[in-house]
C-alpha cells in the first residue's frame, strides 16, 4: 500500500496560484486513483478533483472546473495539483488520498490512505 506526503499550502492572494503536491512511496502507485479533497474550518471535507493514473481520466468539481489542473511526474511518483484564479472560498486544509482504481474516488469514506493534509489560505 502506498503511502502519501502532501505539500505546497501556504498563503496568497485572491488571484493568485499554487501548486500542490501529492508524492508516493511504496506500492504501484499508477494502480491507484489519487483525489484532493480540502476541509475548510466548521466543514464538511469536500471533493476538489481526482486522477485516475493508469489512464489519466480527471475528474473536477464544479466549484473548481477550469481553474484547477493535474500534472504528474511519474519518474517522481508525484501527482500535481496547479491551483489558478484562487478565491477566499478555496480557503482549507487540503489533503490527497489514493484508492485502488477502480475505486468510487469522490467519497471520502472510499479512500483507503491519506496524506496528512496542507493548509491553502486565500486572501482578499
Known amino acids: 500500500q502506498v503511502q502519501l506526503v502532501d505539500s505546497g499550502g501556504g498563503l496568497v492572494q485572491a488571484g493568485g496560484s499554487l501548486r500542490l503536491s501529492c508524492a508516493a512511496s511504496g506500492g504501484t502507485f499508477s494502480s491507484y486513483t489519487v483525489s484532493w479533497f480540502r476541509q475548510a474550518p466548521g466543514k464538511e471535507r469536500d471533493f476538489v478533483a481526482a486522477?485516475?493514473?493508469?489512464?489519466?481520466?480527471?475528474y473536477y468539481a464544479d466549484s473548481v472546473k477550469g481553474r484547477f489542473t493535474f500534472s504528474r511526474d511519474n519518474s517522481k511518483n508525484t501527482v500535481y495539483l496547479q491551483m489558478s484564479s484562487l478565491k477566499p472560498k478555496d480557503t482549507a486544509v487540503y489533503y490527497c488520498a489514493a484508492c485502488l482504481s477502480p475505486c468510487e474516488a469522490t467519497w471520502d469514506r472510499y479512500l483507503e490512505v491519506w496524506g496528512q493534509g496542507t493548509q491553502v489560505t486565500v486572501s482578499s
Open positions: 486522477i485516475k493514473l493508469n489512464d489519466g481520466a480527471t
